[in-house]
């Protein structure tokens, strides 16, 4: 991740968006809330998408569409606050075996860097759902010669003792692909704790990996290998129907 910490080579396509933290966008402390922060983020990605044209137009005309498999965010600097303004960078970084990774640089108005990320995402045939080859389809996003791919596999082989949490998938949490938006797991994560807990453990890193797609009416159990949000913390979310494993995370917490 410390690549990022510098600015991004201009010789790759790059898209900078400016942001305002509105009041739905802020949590009980006033800061920027972590699924407004990733609402931005998609949101930027998407337009890049556009940009280049690659965006949901032109895949849906090929039965195609992106999806999400990773992404992991950094904290840098102190989080925006209502009526802040911030800056998100972004940049395509090539493609690393069936991933296309693009990474992330946010900053405040004082050009102080707050946060951050990376992100891998994959392409698949919207009726049958399967992964497709990027390379098949799109050998132009080869941006950058052995492209680094900084979103790390979890571990389903780790121990998750804890329940903590059930939820039954909602109309409020589907999107435009007929499954759960990817900000609602960020949701789902921040629910499990008393705003105390998050006021004295703040986020200091997250990474998350999402393994299947969830739809309407489904129920998804939480489990964690700790109870408290203090260090490290890693988190399972399972299907209750068929105990298939749809999402794994990793908080550190400060």
């Known amino acids: 991740m410390n690549r990022l910490l510098s600015s991004f080579p201009k010789d790759y396509p790059q898209l900078s968006t400016q942001n305002f933290v509105s009041w739905h966008d802020v949590d009980f402390k006033g800061h920027l809330s972590l699924p407004a922060m990733f609402n931005f983020t998609q949101e930027t990605a998407w337009k890049h998408a556009e940009e280049i044209g690659l965006g949901f137009e032109k895949l849906g005309k090929q039965n195609l569409a992106w999806v999400l498999f990773g992404i992991r965010i950094k904290v840098m600097n102190q989080w925006p606050t209502w009526q802040d303004r911030f800056t998100i960078e972004t ?20 050009n102080e860097l707050i946060a951050i990320g990376s992100s891998n995402w994959v392409i698949i045939e919207i009726d049958s759902r399967r992964p497709q080859r990027l390379d098949h389809h799109f050998s132009h996003l080869r941006f950058v010669d052995g492209s680094v791919n900084l979103i790390e596999r979890l571990k389903l082989k780790e121990e998750f003792p804890h329940l903590l949490s059930a939820h039954k998938v909602k109309s409020s949490d589907i999107d435009l692909y007929g499954h759960v938006n990817n900000a609602k797991y960020i949701s789902w994560l921040s629910d499990l704790y008393t705003p105390d807990q998050l006021a004295n453990h703040p986020l200091d890193e997250i990474l998350i990996n999402f393994v299947q797609e969830t739809r309407f009416g489904e129920e998804i159990e939480i489990y964690s290998d700790r109870l408290e949000n203090s260090g490290k913390v890693k988190y399972k979310m399972q299907r209750k129907s068929d105990y298939r494993t749809i999402l794994l995370a990793e908080i550190d917490w400060n």
Do not use: E, T, V, W
């Not at 395509?92 to 990774?101: D, E, L």
């Open 91 to 110: 940049q395509p970084k090539g493609i690393s075996g069936m991933f296309a990774n693009r990474d992330y640089r946010m900053l405040n108005a004082q």
